[in-house]
C-alpha cells in the first residue's frame, strides 16, 4: 500500500535544474548563498556555485535552485539588500548567446493567483 505524504524538505539532495526552455515559477526563501564547493575537473579550482532555496509554485516544496550570473545579477541589481527573499518570479533559461559565455535568461516577478473555490448551490 502506498503511503500518500507531501514534502516539507529535502536534506542534502541535489539543486533543482535548468533545462532550457523550460519556465520555473518560484517563491523566494532564502536569500543567495554560496552552495557546497565544488572542484572544477578541467582547471582543478575548487568554486562554491551560488544557490537559494525556493517554494516551487508547480508543487510548493520547498527546493535548493543553480543562480546562474544572469539570475544573480537581475535579482541583486534590482532588488537591493536581498528584498528579493519572499517575492514570486517566473524564470526561463535560454541557449548560450553567440558569442557570450553566460546562457541567457528572463526574470518576471509576478503575482500567482489564488484558487478560485465555488460555492455550492443549495
Avoid at 524538505?9 to 523550460?22: P, V
Avoid at 545579477?73 to 527573499?85: A, G, Q, R
Wanted: with cysteine.
Amino acid at each position: 500500500m502506498a503511503v500518500a505524504y507531501n514534502l516539507k524538505k529535502t536534506l542534502g539532495g541535489s539543486l533543482w535544474k535548468w533545462i532550457d526552455g523550460e519556465e520555473k515559477v518560484f517563491t523566494v526563501v532564502g536569500p543567495i548563498r554560496a552552495g557546497k564547493s565544488v572542484t572544477n575537473p578541467r582547471s582543478g579550482i575548487a568554486k562554491a556555485p551560488d544557490v537559494m532555496t525556493v517554494l516551487d509554485a508547480a508543487d510548493a516544496n520547498e527546493k535548493d535552485i543553480l543562480v546562474g550570473a544572469v539570475l544573480r545579477s537581475s535579482l541583486t541589481e534590482n532588488y537591493p539588500d536581498d528584498s528579493y527573499v519572499g517575492l514570486t518570479f517566473a524564470c526561463t533559461q535560454g541557449a548560450v548567446k553567440p558569442g557570450t559565455r553566460y546562457k541567457t535568461m528572463t526574470v518576471a516577478e509576478v503575482e500567482i493567483e489564488a484558487p478560485t473555490t465555488k460555492k455550492a448551490k443549495k
